[in-house]
């Protein structure tokens, strides 16, 4: 854990610590982004080893490690409960948001973004 923590601050350096006081300035911030890392990494033990590896090289303090590793915690959670959800109950709910997305809304972004929408939600 040592050498890991010592390489990881030679190697990282400020531009990390900057990015990782950014993605953590609040607690809710930080859930997001340790959530987020454990969808991408499908692995909260891998999340929190990071974490903790962060805290140890002192590029991240205590309080902003904690609110990821609760991140971590819910975004395991959060995947169990998408794989067990039958989505094909729920698609009328997601086609009907879809079209209002691209109904109602007068700029071409938000346009744009519920023709995808509806494109991801009919492949399924």
Do not use: W
């Amino acid at each position: 854990m040592n050498m890991m923590s010592e390489c990881l601050q030679k190697a990282a350096g400020e531009k990390m610590k900057s990015i990782l006081a950014l993605l953590t300035k609040n607690p809710v911030m930080g859930v997001l982004a340790g959530a987020l890392t454990t969808a991408v990494l499908q692995s909260s033990s891998a999340t929190t080893v990071m974490a903790i590896g962060f805290v140890s090289a002192g590029l991240m303090s205590l309080p902003q490690s904690v609110s990821i590793i609760l991140g971590a915690n819910i975004g395991t959670t959060m995947t169990a409960q998408i794989i067990a959800f039958k989505i094909s109950d729920y698609i009328y709910l997601f086609i009907f948001s879809g079209l209002q997305c691209l109904i109602l809304q007068n700029r071409k972004k938000q346009k744009i973004s519920g023709r995808r929408y509806l494109h991801l939600v009919c492949c399924f």
